[in-house]
């Protein structure tokens, strides 16, 4: 058997990784077609109305203007599933920030200068952009997926009410924004009735099937391209309106076009994080067990269309209780339409949920790490179905025991240094594992090579590295013999990258394929292969998709140190560890990697990234990374990721479980434990800045 050591488990480096340090990996708007014309949009400035007027004379009037589209103009769109994408269709204006026109010039200057001149006059109408729990336009929406709605578990208010130890506290969330490192861009081109489109997409096979039904047109007459995509974290996971107007001004203008949104206009087109109010209140008995469960999420959805952050589902997942009740509540109002954001739902729920179970373990007198392991399950709570494998217990003494949990003073504000208060916290992490159906083709060559070939997307996450090491694992060959291809409709057809099921689907099928070659193989042992090779194909529907008598989720627990001056108010985080349970890790390297971006970018929802939906104006006031604050390299100093090996037969022929967002559940409230640790006072809205961390040092000193 050739050595395999290259294949899964391998630190294996991203083949990838020279193009993109030396620029030789091209990005969406990277493209450029001959006589490519360039796009800029025009937004609406009022929260809510009609456009009644849209002068475009001085736009055309400039050197280099190619044309205006507006509702007035734009060719008609089928009607979309997705409302957001019904664009220049109609005169209404459902938020701020909705697009009003296009301009298309021969340069980006013209056509920003354009969309400047263009004069739009509206009938704006009364507003309403503000969330709260007592709004009464909420409602429970339905749950078609069993993670929205409301669950009911026993009688949750009668045995909280009976309880010993009651916690009921409330936390707040604020609105949240993805900003990947490259904007949503796209550059399209139609030749011969033919639409080709490199999109800055999740899921090239998702953005050709919609765009098909938008233009009417049949699937094999349009090409979508996501060879490579500088993030997305949710808000590239379906179509976004700009792949929409690029090609439409295509059609119009008979011109390849190119369209990269200003990183000032995402929040209000590309979707976000809901604001979530949480309702949190926990029964236990004198020793910290758990009685009653119950919790209430309110979070907003747009007029445009229905999106619940579905916040009380990974409470469903995590402790047990004889009684409990989740419940969601969604609220219309004149914003923006949230969407995907890493860790939909579970990241803003965990931070209540162990937030709370922190403050439980205070009232009980009892250690928080001991308090999550005197509530451990291996069934889960809402189904009664035994989990695959949960090793949450172990990730905490496995944790506690490298972050040196032992000797932690519990006593809040116990340790100083100088003006600094230091304290710890610990959080637990839960995601759901995920896989959908998926194609795929493997090839052999009479030179010893092997080809893969599936429509998967690499977000940056080393999807390319991974499936050639699941490719050279069911071969049995070296991993440098395999080349992938990704990133085409063209390919065999593969779900989106996103809610950590990508490698999990995409691996799925690779392995069914390249287990089909290597039998046909086997078969021609001593027999040279034809020169245009051997192929064998898989199509994992039917099973990847099949329900399960498992809970199948991953676990993880988080640990955090951080530092508070009690001058400033400045939170430091000095030290994140995080150890995890999901399933087997396929590729040392990238998955370390995505760890550690996940605790990352919690981090940041704990400290610094925070936005604003203005009442008046009716818009987001942090609008860009000049006022919505990501965190740097500057502020995570020390950051580990390890993991626990698991075994479960439960999942995919890998035994693979999704990690890229487990790593930002949790986060939040390790973080948020720990200040409270530092300092002695429970601060419930995130983000901890220094404003707010000064007023109740102020108060309680």
């Known amino acids: 058997m050739p050595d395999t050591v290259s294949a899964l488990g391998a630190p294996a480096e991203r083949r990838e990784g020279p193009d993109k340090v030396t620029g030789a990996a091209r990005y969406a708007a990277e493209h450029s077609p001959e ?15 009609e456009v009644t007027a849209l002068d475009d004379a001085a736009a055309l009037a400039l050197p280099g203007v190619v044309g205006v589209l507006s509702h007035l103009n734009a060719p008609r769109l089928a009607e979309p599933d997705d409302a957001t994408l019904a664009v220049l269709q109609d005169a209404h204006v459902p938020h701020r920030g909705w697009y009003v026109a296009l301009v298309v010039a021969d340069s980006l200057e013209a056509a920003r200068e354009g969309a400047a001149a263009v004069r739009v006059s509206y009938a704006e109408k009364a507003h309403d952009v503000t969330l709260r729990t007592d709004h009464p336009g909420a409602y429970v929406p339905e749950d078609s997926d069993g993670t929205s709605g409301e669950h009911v578990r026993g009688d949750a208010e009668a045995a909280f009410e009976a309880a010993p130890v009651r916690v009921d506290v409330d ?34 096979t998702t953005v050709r099937d919609v765009l098909a039904g938008l233009f009417e047109l049949s699937k094999d007459q349009i090409t979508v391209v996501s060879e490579h995509v500088g993030g997305g974290f949710g808000s590239k996971g379906t179509p976004r309106p700009h792949v929409v107007l690029a090609a439409m001004a ?51 959805t747009s007029r445009l ?29 004149d914003v923006p339409s949230p969407s995907w954001m890493r860790a939909p739902g579970e990241a803003p729920g965990m931070y209540a949920l162990e937030s709370a179970m922190d403050e439980l373990a205070d009232a009980v007198g009892v250690d928080p790490v001991e308090l999550r392991l005197r509530n451990d399950t291996d069934k889960e709570p809402d189904s009664g179905r035994p989990f695959s494998s949960r090793h949450l217990a172990e ?7 490298r972050f040196g949990w032992a000797g ?40 010893g090579s092997y080809v893969v070939r599936i429509n998967a997307t690499d977000i940056g996450t080393g999807a390319r590295t991974v499936l050639a090491q699941v490719a050279a694992d069911a071969l049995g060959v070296p991993v440098e013999r395999v080349r992938t291809e990704i990133g ?73 140190e951080v530092t508070v001056d009690r001058v400033t108010g400045e939170v430091r985080v000095r030290r994140l560890l995080g150890v995890y349970a999901a399933g087997r890790i396929l590729n040392a390297r990238t998955a370390r990697s995505q760890f ?106």
């Open 488 to 560: 085409s409709s063209d390919l065999p057809a593969a779900p989106l990258a996103g809610g950590s099921m990508g490698t999990a689907s995409w691996g799925w099928a690779v392995h069914e394929a390249c287990a089909r070659l290597a039998e046909r193989l086997s078969g021609q042992q001593g027999q040279q292969l034809p020169p245009e090779g051997v192929g064998a194909s898989a199509d994992t529907a039917g099973t990847a998709d099949a329900d399960s008598d498992y809970a199948r989720h991953a676990f993880g627990a988080h640990f955090a």
């Open 171 to 204: 936390y707040r969330v604020p609105p949240l924004h993805n900003h990947p490192m490259e904007p949503h861009a796209a550059t399209a081109h139609w030749q011969d009735g033919h639409l080709t489109v490199h999109d800055s997409s999740q899921g090239a």
């Open 408 to 447: 932690r003073d519990p006593r809040p504000r116990s340790r100083t240094e100088g003006p600094l208060l230091v304290g710890s916290g610990v959080a637990a992490a839960t995601y759901p594992f995920n896989a959908s159906p998926s194609r795929a083709a493997a090839h052999a060559y009479p030179d």
């Open 395 to 401: 990730c905490l003494r496995e944790g506690a025991h």
């Open 250 to 300: 295509a059609r119009v203008t008979g011109r390849p076009v190119k369209l990269a949104l200003p990183r000032r206009q995402l929040p209000a087109v590309v979707g976000h994080r809901s604001p979530t109010l949480h309702r949190m209140r926990l029964a236990a008995e004198e020793d910290g067990t758990l009685t009653s469960v119950i919790h209430e999420v309110t979070a907003h």
């Open 305 to 333: 269309k229905e999106f619940m952050e579905t916040g009380a589902a990974a409470t469903r997942v995590m402790y047990p209780s004889a009684h409990g009740r989740t419940t969601h509540r969604v609220v219309p109002l």
């Open 596 to 701: 550690i971006g996940g605790m990352t970018m919690g981090l940041g929802m704990a400290l610094t990234e925070g936005s604003t939906m203005d009442a008046a104006f009716g818009d987001f006031t942090e609008s860009d990374l000049a006022s919505y604050h990501v965190p740097a390299h500057a502020d995570v100093p020390e950051i580990e990721a390890h993991w626990i090996d698991e075994d479960d037969p439960h999942l995919n022929p890998m035994g693979s479980k999704g990690i890229g967002e487990i790593g930002i559940v949790g986060t939040a409230a390790a973080i948020g434990n720990a200040v409270h640790h530092a300092i002695g006072v429970r601060l419930r809205e995130l983000p901890l800045t220094p404003d707010r961390v000064l007023s109740v040092l102020e108060s309680g000193d």
């Open 35 to 49: 006589g490519c014309a360039y796009a800029w949009p025009v937004p609406a400035t009022v929260a809510s109305g």
